[in-house]
Nanobody
Framework: QVQLVESGGGLVQPGGSLRLSCAASGSIFSINAMGWYRQAPGKQRELVAAITKGGSTNYADSVKGRFTISRDNAKNTVYLQMNSLKLEDTAVYYC???????????????WGQGTQVTVSS
């Protein structure tokens, strides 16, 4: 019933930029934290950036100063602006959101389908 739909992935050259978007829809009572994860071939999925409902952010050390996470609570959407992309940023990027569908139920995590980001010269 709850879905996260991602967009914005693609192929870029080193030093280029991409902006990822993820919109939550469905039977949503509230959304708490939202974030972006990524998984490169042969590696564990890792947290890239997270943002609370109030706008506090956290970033992986590897992306600090290059990536910016933001959200539009009115649109139930989270964004990831990626600048100065490097080869090692190549991965499938997944949107995640902590969502409650009822005031009577605890929130749980939902995942997007993933979008491929490839940085290559």
């Amino acid at each position: 019933q709850v879905q996260l739909v991602e967009s914005g992935g693609g192929l870029v050259q080193p030093g280029g930029s991409l902006r990822l978007s993820c919109a939550a829809s469905g039977s949503i009572f509230s959304i708490n934290a939202m974030g972006w994860y990524r998984q490169a071939p042969g590696k564990q999925r890792e947290l890239v950036a997270a943002i609370t409902k109030g706008g506090s952010t956290n970033y992986a050390d590897s992306v600090k100063g290059r990536f910016t996470i933001s959200r539009d609570n009115a649109k139930n959407t989270v964004y990831l602006q990626m600048n100065s992309l490097k080869l090692e940023d190549t991965a499938v990027y997944y949107c995640n959101a902590d969502i409650s569908i009822s005031p009577l139920r605890a929130a749980r995590g939902y995942w997007g389908q993933g979008t491929q980001v490839t940085v290559s010269s």
